[in-house]
């Protein structure tokens, strides 16, 4: 019996890492729910699509409101590394930060969490032949990408964003939303 206690300790700690935060929702900021693509959304900012296409250089227009998605390693941030924040394209809220920012080799850039809670909504999308998570900006309800479950630990995730959707900048620059 005595020398079962030490491989009881060991297989529990062994367990304990496992089941450890990895597959925690709670410690993630990853949203809980994915909406239903007919679930009626409102949003902060909202405007008009002709608005929308005045706001917006045409690509970004293409990818945000019409969520078309830019060819891999053509966008302008798959690789950037520097430290700072990540902002949605159309109303400026802080999304990502270069913190939750790795190297998934797809080609386009890729976020293991998001900068915080609630920055975007998770939208269920079967465009294209496939069921996919699609990823909305929480404040304006702009396309951003989709999000999958092949990211590294410990959230597991993987936010892959359009370079379009989105606007580097230093974390120091003021937060507030365009409106
Ligand atoms: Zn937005």
Redesign the pocket.
Known sequence: MKKLLPLCLLLASLFGCYAGPTNDPAATNAPSTILNPTHPMT?P?EHTDAEWRKRLTPEQYRV?RQADTEAPFTGKYWNTKEPGVYR??????V?FTSRDKFDSGCGWPSFSDLAAKGTVLERQDDSHGMRRTEVV??????HLGHVFDDGPAPTGLRYCINSAAIDFGSETQTNQ?KN
């Open positions: 949003f900012i945000l949605c394209a159309a109303c400026g809220s999304l900006c929480a404040h304006c309800g702009s939303p």
